[in-house]
């Protein structure tokens, strides 16, 4: 729903999450981390935080990882108005995928 902040949004993405990783019978994840969700974007309807963002992101590879699949990041989605921040939670996303700190 509109407006869904990071506790609602993670509680509904990790159960259906780990269902459509299981269905797929997939060999490899694209994972489209968009900064649309995050709360100042101008389109996106969503309400997370930067924190918000991390912890969806660490969720979604940890879960990718023990799938055992390899996964390409990819950027996507972000409209914000500041520049600055959504290339922000970019890096974000990039250096969480990097470290492994998921």
């Known amino acids: 729903p509109d407006d869904t902040e990071d ?6 993405l990790a ?3 780990q269902q459509a990783l299981a269905e797929a ?5 694209f994972y489209l981390a968009g900064a649309d969700p995050h709360v100042n974007d101008r389109l996106g309807r969503l309400a997370l935080t930067k924190e918000g963002l991390a912890a969806r992101d660490r969720l979604v590879l ?6 055992g699949l390899p ?3 990819v950027m996507a989605g972000g409209y914000g108005r500041n520049v600055n921040e959504t290339v922000d939670l970019y890096l974000q ?3 969480i995928a ?3 700190a998921w």
Do not use: F, K
């Open 7 to 12: 506790a609602a949004y993670l509680a509904a």
């Open 15 to 17: 159960p259906n999450l």
């Open 25 to 29: 019978q997939a060999d490899m994840a």
């Open 62 to 67: 940890a879960a990718v990882r023990d799938a």
């Open 71 to 73: 996964v390409a990041v």
């Open 93 to 95: 996303t990039v250096q």
């Open 98 to 100: 990097v470290t492994g």
